[in-house]
């Protein structure tokens, strides 16, 4: 069975810093690219940050560019995303998702996110 | 940043109703587009990815359509089950965008 579980959210003073871990299995995690997006709790969801299957292109939205950091161990089958400098609005619920993909017959590149973990809550707060 | 316009923001429907949602993208983004479900204090689902494939094991009462700037999601008979908030997902570049997502409520 495809599964991620994610780890390491809790409560956090503004300023802080925390690491989030997320555990892959079922699947070839080292193929896939990966993702975080956050929920802020009852709004929607945001897009947060992108890493390759190898790790060597990584995108993040502006909100928490300079002050997030994603990465991955292919080897451990697990991705990662330190936070640091945490603010009151970075409190969500954050999700790790799979990104399978594949090419059509042009050659244009088709992307989705498939599965999600469960999710882990980060509360920034003092 | 890519600008996800996605409407109604609410609707209530009966079961056995006609359903259809609208994302709207701010530019065009070819059919680079995705549909999730989310049920209250679960993650997101995924049910149609290129804006018009259906995910395998989703029912084939949900459908997608569109291209370029205007996206549609159909559930041509909405079921008990289906009660949820539903989101379209731009991933024709980063950053990545949702629309603000649409609460699906039970008349």
């Known amino acids: 069975e495809v599964q991620l579980v994610e780890s390491g959210g809790g409560l956090v003073q503004p300023g802080g810093s925390l690491r989030l871990s997320c555990a892959a299995s079922g699947f070839t995690f080292s193929s896939y690219e990966m993702n975080w997006v956050r929920q802020a709790p009852g709004k929607g969801l945001e897009w947060v940050s992108y890493?390759?299957?190898?790790?060597?292109?990584?995108y993040y939205a502006d909100s928490v560019k300079g002050r997030f950091t994603i990465s991955r161990d292919n080897a451990k089958n697990s991705l990662y995303l330190q936070m640091n400098s945490l603010r009151a609005e970075d409190t969500a619920v954050y999700y790790c998702?799979?990104?399978?993909?594949?090419?059509?017959?042009?050659?244009?590149?088709?992307?989705?996110?498939?599965?999600w973990g469960q999710g882990t809550l980060v509360t920034v707060s003092s | 940043a890519i600008q996800m316009t996605q409407s109604p923001s609410s609707l209530s429907a009966s079961v056995g109703d006609r359903v259809t949602i609208t994302c709207r993208a701010s530019?065009?983004?070819?059919?680079?587009l995705g549909w999730y479900q989310q049920k209250p204090g679960k993650a997101p689902k995924l049910l149609i990815y290129?804006?018009?494939s259906l995910q395998s094991g989703v029912p084939s009462r949900f459908s997608g359509s569109g291209s370029g700037t205007d996206f549609t999601l159909t559930i041509s008979s909405l079921q008990p089950e289906d009660f949820a908030t539903y989101y379209c997902l731009q991933d024709y570049n980063y950053p990545l965008t949702f629309g603000q997502g649409t609460k699906v409520e039970i008349k």
């Open positions: 290129a804006a018009s």
């Open positions: 998702a799979r990104s399978p993909y594949y090419y059509d017959s042009s050659g244009y590149y088709y992307r989705w996110f498939d599965p």
């Open positions: 530019q065009g983004i070819r059919n680079d």
């Open positions: 890493i390759s299957s190898s790790g060597s292109t990584i």
